[in-house]
């Protein structure tokens, strides 16, 4: 047997349905396909690359028994081996729920290259399609990056995805039309639609328990002034907000996923190029996918990283997500990719993840830091949240920061301006401390982050065992 499933044991239980199966085989096997137990047609069909093999599976709930086949270049079947993973989604307390979201008199089409479809407008339901299963790979991605820092594998679930494994998506029409939000810009825009969810809350129960991952319609490029309107990518607190102007290189079904991140086609010049200057089909798809991630992390407490903890490019909350294709396929136009070049959480960010609420079936009291545009309400709801928090930050005697977690302290962030500059891990720790008394502030700033310019912020954010997080300036403490 030449087949080898090298991140997978057989009978694992997973809470999301969507997995990823990585390995080794034939140098001679040129694809690789998925095929679930009694069905003839298969679920994928991956390329294999060097003698290993990424391949996807949309899992039922329950037991599935998977068979992986390799073939050769001719289409001979080389090899099959057999596995089972267990799919169980439940309904947890926190969720994430995906938003399509239109103008008032939009009706949710999108931009797409008429050299290709005969039209430049994709519809409604394609945009929601996609966005469901752009949704699913960035679950999978979260799960997959957690196990690779040799933690078990977590991740989100969506709203209502106890109840269909495919991610519901909501269709949600704000008060603006297309030209007052082609007005509208970045912070701007965030504030806008924040404020327009909080007053739906009827339209969308469990606000309070929810992050809204909103992808925008109604955004458009100009490919004569070369502009692109309504367009951001923001995340904090409950909404992570990015534009829909490069949904015409999202895949809308499973079997698209490879596919587009394997297009080598150049960009169509007259649509938008968000791609990091690469101006190819698949950079687009990945660092537009992979950005949703990125702006997720954010509302999962996750800040941008620095200093020692941007080490390779800092990962997915640096510029990581533009390799974001790299997870799911192993070839890059024309040539094989290195496990070293694969995206990856930073290790701060992944401990962080682990212990989040979001992320474990918990229902605890949240208090991250409201992160881009801040509005009244929103401020209001984080100060009320933080305030029932079990950690506290206080001063010693000497003057040194205290930290107190009844729970045990699990994670410790060392902020810089918001960044994250170093942090602290206690995730072995049986029995996690639940007091840290920090050195002082003058050789916290000068030796631990080696920070000559005094005048920066710094500021600490501290996870523990439940979950809870609360997020100060040193200053303020």
């Not at 969308?204 to 490029?221: A, G, H, K, N, Q």
């Not at 941008?304 to 799911?328: C, Q, V």
């Amino acid at each position: 047997m030449t087949i080898h499933i090298q991140n997978w044991k057989p009978n694992e239980r997973v809470c999301y349905p969507l997995v990823l199966l990585e390995g080794s085989c034939s140098p001679d096997a040129q694809f690789i396909s998925v095929y679930k137990e009694g069905k003839q047609q298969e679920e994928t069909r991956s390329l294999c690359f060097g003698g290993r093999f990424k391949a996807l599976c949309l899992l039922n709930k329950g037991t599935n028994r998977l068979r992986l086949c390799t073939y050769s270049e001719a289409d001979v079947l080389l090899d099959s081996v057999e596995t089972a993973i267990t799919c169980v989604c439940e309904k947890p307390r926190y969720r994430v729920r995906l938003i399509y979201g239109l103008t008032k008199n939009g009706d949710g089409s999108f931009q797409v290259s008429s050299k290709v479809s005969g039209s430049n407008q994709g519809t409604r339901v394609q945009g929601e399609k996609r966005l469901a299963m752009a949704g699913l790979l960035i679950q999978t991605a979260t799960a997959e990056l957690l196990y690779r820092q040799g933690l078990e594998r977590k991740t989100f679930v969506f709203d209502q995805q106890h109840a269909s494994l495919l991610p519901p998506v909501t269709t949600f029409r704000f008060s603006f039309t297309d030209e007052e939000a082609f007005g509208l810009r970045d912070g701007a825009l965030w504030s806008t639609i924040h404020e327009q969810l909080a007053a739906s809350s009827g339209l969308l129960p469990d606000r309070e328990d929810t992050i809204d991952l909103v992808v925008m319609s109604f955004t458009r490029y100009d490919s004569r002034s070369k502009v692109v309107k309504a367009h951001t990518a923001l995340g904090g607190g409950r909404l992570a907000l990015f534009g829909g102007g490069c949904l015409y290189s999202w895949p809308e079904t499973l079997a698209q996923v490879v596919e587009r991140f394997l297009d080598d086609r150049p960009c169509d010049a007259s649509l938008f190029d968000d791609s990091g200057g690469r101006g190819k089909m698949w950079s687009v798809t990945s660092t537009t996918i992979g950005a949703l991630l990125h702006e997720l992390g954010h509302c999962l407490s996750l800040p941008h990283p620095t200093g020692k903890l941007s080490w390779k490019g800092g990962g997915i909350m640096a510029r990581g997500f533009d390799h974001f294709n790299r997870l799911f396929v192993g070839v890059e136009s024309g040539r094989v990719v290195n496990k070293s070049e694969e995206p990856f959480f930073d290790r701060s960010s992944a401990i962080r993840l682990f212990f989040h609420q979001y992320l474990n079936n918990g229902g605890y009291s949240y208090g991250a830091s409201p992160t881009p545009a801040i509005t009244t309400s929103y401020i209001g709801w984080w100060k009320n949240r933080l305030a029932h928090s079990p950690i506290r930050l206080s001063r010693n005697a000497t003057g040194s920061v205290v930290i107190t977690a009844p729970y045990g302290i699990r994670h410790i962030a060392f902020l810089v301006n918001g960044d994250q500059a170093d942090h602290e891990e206690y995730y072995l720790s049986e029995s996690p401390p639940i007091e840290r008394i920090l050195v002082p502030d003058d050789r916290l700033i000068e030796q631990r982050l080696c920070l000559q310019d005094k005048r920066v912020e710094v500021g600490l954010s501290v996870c523990d065992s439940l979950g809870n997080i609360v997020v100060s300036n040193l200053k303020d403490i």
